[in-house]
C-alpha cells in the first residue's frame, strides 16, 4: 500500500543541507542536483514518528504501538544501562519530498535562486546591545508545496495511523519555535 501527500509551506523555511554559504550564509538548504529544495525522506519519516509517539503519550494503546513499531522501526535498549542494542527497521519506506514534475521541468537553474534568501539573527544581550560574534544568517526557502510518498504499508490501521500523524505536523524544519517551517500535511490521491 502507499500514502500519498503534499506538505504546503506557510512561512519561510530551512531544512539544512549541514554545508556553510561561504560569505553569503553560515547554513543553506539542502539542494538537489538542479539547485531545487527537497526534504529527506528520514526527516519525514523522523517528523512522522515524533508525531505519532506524542500521540501515543496522550493517549496510550498497545495494538497502535506494535503497528507503529513494525512500521516505522525501534530500538531495543539494554534494561539496565539503556543502551541501544539492537535496531530493527520499520516496513514503511519515505520518499523525498520534491516539487511536484511539473514545476520542476518549468524551473531554470536561473529561476531556482529566486526560492531563496537569506536571514540574519544575532543574540541580544541583558543591556539590549548584539553579542560578539554571534550574527548568524541562514538561507531560507520561500513557502512552496513539495510532495512526496510513502510506501510499503501493510494495513488500513497504518494508513490511518500515518495519516493522523501527517495531521499532527505542523513545523518542519529549523527554529520551528521562531515561525520558520510553518506547514499543511495534506493526502492526496495516488497519482499513475
Known amino acids: 500500500m502507499e500514502l500519498t501527500y503534499k506538505i504546503?509551506?506557510?512561512s519561510d523555511w530551512h531544512c539544512g543541507s549541514g554545508l556553510?554559504?561561504?560569505?553569503?550564509?553560515?547554513?543553506?538548504?539542502?539542494?538537489?542536483?538542479r539547485n531545487l529544495p527537497y526534504i529527506a525522506g528520514k526527516t519525514i519519516k523522523g517528523l512522522l514518528k515524533e508525531a505519532l509517539e506524542e500521540m501515543y503519550e496522550v493517549k496510550p494503546d498497545t495494538k497502535e504501538k506494535i503497528c507503529i513499531d513494525e512500521l516505522l522501526g525501534y530500538e531495543i535498549?539494554?534494561?539496565?544501562?539503556?543502551?541501544?542494542?539492537?535496531?530493527?527497521s520499520g516496513i514503511a519506506f519515505f520518499s523525498n519530498a520534491t516539487l511536484p514534475k511539473e514545476e520542476k521541468e518549468d524551473i531554470t537553474p536561473v529561476l531556482s535562486d529566486f526560492l531563496y534568501r537569506n536571514i540574519a539573527s544575532t543574540q541580544?544581550?541583558?543591556?539590549?546591545?548584539?553579542?560578539d560574534n554571534s550574527l548568524r544568517v541562514m538561507e531560507v526557502c520561500i513557502p512552496i508545496t513539495l510532495e512526496g510518498r510513502i510506501t510499503g504499508i501493510a494495513s488500513e490501521k497504518q494508513i490511518e495511523l500515518l495519516t493522523n500523524a501527517l495531521k499532527w505536523v505542523r513545523h518542519l524544519g529549523v527554529n520551528?519555535?521562531?515561525g520558520l517551517g510553518r506547514c499543511k500535511f495534506e493526502i492526496t490521491p495516488k497519482s499513475n
Open 77 to 88: 535498549k539494554d534494561e539496565k544501562t539503556k543502551k541501544v542494542i539492537e535496531t530493527k
Open 8 to 10: 504546503t509551506f506557510l
Open 176 to 178: 520551528r519555535n521562531r
Open 20 to 33: 556553510s554559504g561561504g560569505a553569503e550564509a553560515d547554513a543553506t538548504v539542502i539542494k538537489d542536483d
Open 124 to 131: 541580544i544581550e541583558k543591556n539590549g546591545t548584539a553579542k
